[in-house]
């Protein structure tokens, strides 16, 4: 076994020091943020010149030196307002908090820092507190890779797997959409998605399979059957099925529960409470038109204030909240003032909606292929007229947002929004992974596929959050134990995590090989080690 990396066991350390002040309100090289920096560093370094060493020659006590509560001991040492002499200064005891079960190294942390380092991570399993019982744990030596959170779709579609919304509704039964729907979502566990927000089209039946053990997939949270008027993006009927308002539900979509014709307020309210009852965990609403629908153009205003107000109600009865399809400035102001907390798409994000985001607290998801100059080659695109000649305006219409998200940084979410099968969603998402770092960076690609889209997914409140006992996406104490291993680092190259810079000319590919571990829930997927 490889010795532990002194500098990331002491990072973690410090930074576990620092975590009980105030520094963002100290501020950014501050006298008194230097003063704590340099204290803590003191402490670290003094530990680390008696308990770092080769563990063929020393027990190293790694999880004291990285525990929390061994942090809170060393922070009750420092004076914040005095410096402590060095020669006073002796490495202290951290042998009795060797109890944590867990390492943790992350890649980003929740605020943002980026902390690359790997050695070893324990994972328990059974109930925390069984702690002091004999429990089966895996160890597994990092090797010097990077560990990482599971990442997070903030924005798929699992059950949307025809070449088209059309071929969706007119070719596929329920046994061929559920078989498909299953193959992408174990097909998204073993890319390193370790959770799926689905924006539309499903119910809870493959979640609670997945749950349940039956078969393998993410962590799914269901949005239930898009709700929009009639002729919206929500409307998947061909020109020849009756009105579903006026008619009842006449198509495969409505009828299976993938779409919700609402065209009042009391409808809407109809469809968020039916989807409630069928176990999403939050609303999709279609508040503006799209590209890959049939009816409606992208720069439809297709919901009034008191009907977004509706699908609000509703959701926050449920502690909940609405996600809305919202492509034109209009729509996207109207969404916010009403109480959407999370914009899909928002191409036209700029500084008065950066401005209103912050001011209500949401946030956006948003797929980078729309930028794309192969964006007509989707075939939900090319194989229709209309959503190609729309595709082709929307594009131009949105020139400005990379350079917007760039300036303004919002919470930003990753989605790659893929309506296909599972080779051709592979494929898509690989690239969206590399569009987003190229386009807005790694970094903070990273984070809108990790930590953020975890703030995002919590959003549906501690009574619908079926993943309620600790954060997603982030790698820290008490955080649900959903890991990837990879060789590399993401940070610097964004491929060893899938990104691949080809799109429809990329190899059909099985599994990502520099992915070497995959785990969620504590449980191993893949291990190539
Ligand atoms: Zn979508």
């Given at each position: 076994m490889s010795p532990p990396s002194s500098g990331g066991t002491h990072v973690v350390q410090i930074l576990n020091i620092l975590e009980g002040y105030p520094i963002s309100e100290y501020g950014h090289n501050s006298a008194k943020t230097i003063h704590l920096m340099a204290e803590a560093m003191k402490r670290a370094y003094a530990d680390r010149s008696r308990y770092l060493g080769d563990e063929d020659f020393v027990k190293v006590p790694l999880k004291g030196l990285t525990s929390k509560k061994y942090a809170e001991v060393l922070r009750k040492e420092i004076d914040p307002e005095k410096a402590t002499p060095s020669a006073t200064i002796a490495p202290n005891n951290p042998l009795p908090y060797e109890s944590n079960e867990t390492t943790h190294f992350s890649i980003v942390d929740k605020f943002g820092n980026a902390v690359s380092n790997t050695y070893t991570i324990n994972v328990k399993s059974g109930d925390a507190k069984t702690e002091k019982k004999?429990?089966?744990?895996?160890?597994?030596?990092?090797?010097?890779?990077?560990?990482?959170p599971g990442l997070i779709e903030g924005h798929g579609h699992l059950q949307m797997n025809g070449t088209s919304l059309a071929d969706i509704e007119n070719n596929r039964n329920w046994e061929e959409l559920a078989t498909r729907t299953y193959a992408k979502a174990h097909a998204a566990l073993m890319s390193g998605f370790t959770t799926w927000r689905d924006a539309g089209g499903m119910g809870a039946g493959l979640k609670k399979s997945i749950?349940?053990?039956?078969?393998?997939?993410?962590?799914?949270?269901?949005?239930?059957?898009?709700?929009?008027?009639?002729?919206?993006?929500?409307d998947f009927r061909n020109f020849t099925t009756p009105n579903e308002t006026v008619y009842g539900a006449n198509s495969a979509g409505s009828r299976l529960g993938m779409t919700f014709t609402a065209d009042s307020v009391d409808m809407i309210k109809t469809g968020a409470r039916q989807n409630y009852m069928q176990g999403a965990t939050q609303i999709k609403i279609m508040s503006?038109?799209?590209?890959?629908?049939?009816?409606?153009?992208?720069?439809?205003?297709?919901?009034s204030a008191e009907e977004i107000q509706a699908a609000v109600e509703v959701a926050n009865a449920y502690g909940s909240y609405v996600?809305?399809?919202?492509?034109?400035?209009?729509?996207?102001?109207r969404c916010l003032e009403n109480g959407v907390k999370s914009l899909e798409h928002a191409f036209m994000f700029d500084g008065d909606v950066a401005k209103l985001m912050e001011e209500k607290g949401a946030y956006m998801t948003t797929n980078m292929h729309a930028f794309s100059p192969e964006l007509g080659k989707i075939e939900a695109i090319s194989s229709s007229p209309a959503s190609a000649r729309k595709a082709a305006t929307a594009q131009a219409a949105f020139g400005n947002f990379v350079e917007n998200v760039n300036k303004y940084q919002p919470k930003f979410v990753f989605q790659a929004?893929?309506?296909?099968?599972?080779?051709?969603?592979t494929k898509q998402m690989d690239h969206e992974i590399f569009l987003s770092a190229k386009f807005l960076g790694n970094h903070f690609a990273l984070k809108s596929m990790t930590s953020v889209a975890g703030e995002l997914v919590a959003m549906s409140g501690d009574v619908l959050n079926p993943y309620y006992d600790g954060p997603l996406g982030v790698v820290e104490e008490g955080a649900?134990?959903?890991?990837?291993?990879?060789?590399?680092?993401?940070?610097?190259?964004?491929?060893?995590i899938g990104g691949s810079e080809k799109w429809f000319d990329a190899p059909p590919r099985d599994g990502i090989e520099t992915m070497r571990v995959i785990m969620k829930d504590g449980r191993i997927y893949k291990n190539t080690l």
């Open positions: 004999q429990v089966k744990v895996n160890i597994i030596d990092g090797g010097g890779r990077t560990l990482m749950d349940a053990g039956v078969v393998d997939g993410p962590r799914i949270y269901p949005s239930g059957a898009f709700i929009g008027p009639t002729g919206s993006h929500a503006s038109g799209g590209v890959a629908s049939a009816f409606d153009p992208w720069q439809l205003d297709a919901y996600m809305s399809h919202a492509y034109s400035k209009k729509s996207i102001i929004d893929c309506v296909g099968g599972v080779e051709s969603c649900y134990a959903d890991l990837l291993l990879v060789d590399g680092n993401p940070l610097e190259d964004i491929t060893v």
